[in-house]
């Protein structure tokens, strides 16, 4: 079990979750994975999922003329799903 391709993500704040759409190396290029996972359990495992970057002045600045925008490092999620899915086989969304 490897994941090798993460297809897509999306952060959810209010619940500090981020669900994960991706692809075993078993799996065919038509079946797709969809898993929810606590940004807590990321932190347990020893990985800082999202990235923080600072743009300049974009229409949705705030008071100080910057915008923040979080992003999900996908390298560090690929390594944490690999660990936690190897750890936790049970969890491990079925195909689609």
């Known amino acids: 079990m490897e994941i ?3 297809l897509g993500y999306e952060l959810n704040h209010s619940s500090d979750s981020v669900e994960v759409r991706f692809r075993l190396i078993e799996d065919s290029e038509d079946e797709i994975r969809i898993g929810i996972v ?3 359990n990321a932190d347990d495992f020893g990985y800082n999922l999202i990235s923080e970057e600072f743009g300049f002045y974009d229409e949705e600045e705030d008071e100080d003329g910057y ?3 979080n992003d999900i490092n996908e390298s560090q999620l690929i ?3 690999n660990e936690y899915y190897m750890i936790y086989p ?7």
């Open 38 to 40: 606590e940004l807590k």
């Open 90 to 96: 049970d969890r491990l969304p079925k195909k689609e």
């Open 79 to 81: 390594s944490f799903l």
């Open 67 to 69: 915008t923040e925008y």
């Open 4 to 6: 090798v391709e993460i």
